[in-house]
């Protein structure tokens, strides 16, 4: 099973809004609604911030948002914060071989 | 809220088996709603699904590892282990046990995760 693949990179400066891809197959991210984000910053552990595409866990800020179409995913941050700045990684679920993680994703905020 | 802890040897020599632990807290792996794994990070890359117990007792494994991983828990409920046997320096990562839930029979996502424990294969 091959890692979902998302930019290395994506940048942004204060208060716009970043997107970033996960791309996967119709075997695992186009196949169900499974796909979760996390968010982690350097040295912690990641952090759940969406989950089944679109729906964000208690306490996470709705400047975070997801969206599917066919195999690949979205995760948007809109009104980018400096605190924004981390790696962040998707997952899908796959019938076949459980879960698969993106490649990740370095955000930087200029 | 439920807290997860690995431990264990942070040094392990190759071809020896890596064992680790996770102690929840706040909460018990017989627990029906949820899933217990293992995910592993090697430094500076990403994120690997090595496999996880749900509170039947069942497993399931990431096929590349299935080989050489056995994931259980105690009688107490409130640890899960995993055991990685014939270890290589590719071994080398970040373990993390996390818990995870699904709104379905299948799928699903992690949270909460622990905070982590470095383990290197080194003679």
């Known amino acids: 099973q091959s890692a979902l693949t998302q930019p290395a990179f994506v940048s942004g400066s204060p208060g716009q809004s970043i997107t970033i891809s996960c791309i996967g197959t119709?075997?695992?991210?186009?196949?169900?609604?499974?796909v979760s984000w996390y968010q982690q910053h350097p040295g912690r552990a990641p952090q759940l911030i969406i989950f089944?595409?679109?729906n964000r866990p208690s306490g996470i800020f709705n400047r975070f948002s997801g969206s599917k179409s066919d195999n690949t995913a979205s995760l948007t941050i809109s009104g980018l914060q400096a605190e924004d700045e981390a790696d962040y990684f998707c997952?899908?679920?796959?019938?076949?071989?459980?879960?698969?993680f993106g490649t990740g994703t370095k955000v930087t905020v200029l | 809220q439920v807290q997860l802890q690995e431990s264990g040897p942070g040094l392990v020599r190759p071809s020896q088996t890596l064992s680790l632990t996770c102690t929840v807290s706040?909460?018990?792996?017989?627990?029906?709603?949820?899933?217990w794994n293992w995910i592993r990070q090697p430094p500076g890359k990403g994120l690997e699904w090595i496999g996880y117990?749900?509170?039947?007792?069942?497993?399931n494994y990431n096929p590349s590892l299935k080989s050489r991983v056995t994931i259980s828990t105690d009688a107490s409920r409130t640890h899960f282990s995993l055991n990685l046997t014939s270890v290589t320096a590719a071994d080398t990562a970040v373990y993390f046990c996390?818990?995870?839930?699904?709104?379905?029979?299948?799928?699903?996502?992690?949270?909460?995760w622990g905070q982590g424990t470095l383990v290197t294969v080194s003679s």
């Open positions: 706040g909460g018990s792996v017989s627990s029906g709603r949820y899933f």
């Open positions: 996390v818990r995870g839930a699904s709104s379905g029979h299948f799928g699903g996502w992690f949270d909460p």
């Open positions: 117990i749900f509170y039947s007792g069942a497993t």
């Open positions: 119709n075997g695992d991210v186009g196949a169900h609604n499974y």
């Open positions: 997952a899908s679920y796959t019938s076949r071989s459980g879960y698969v």
């Open positions: 089944e595409v679109n």
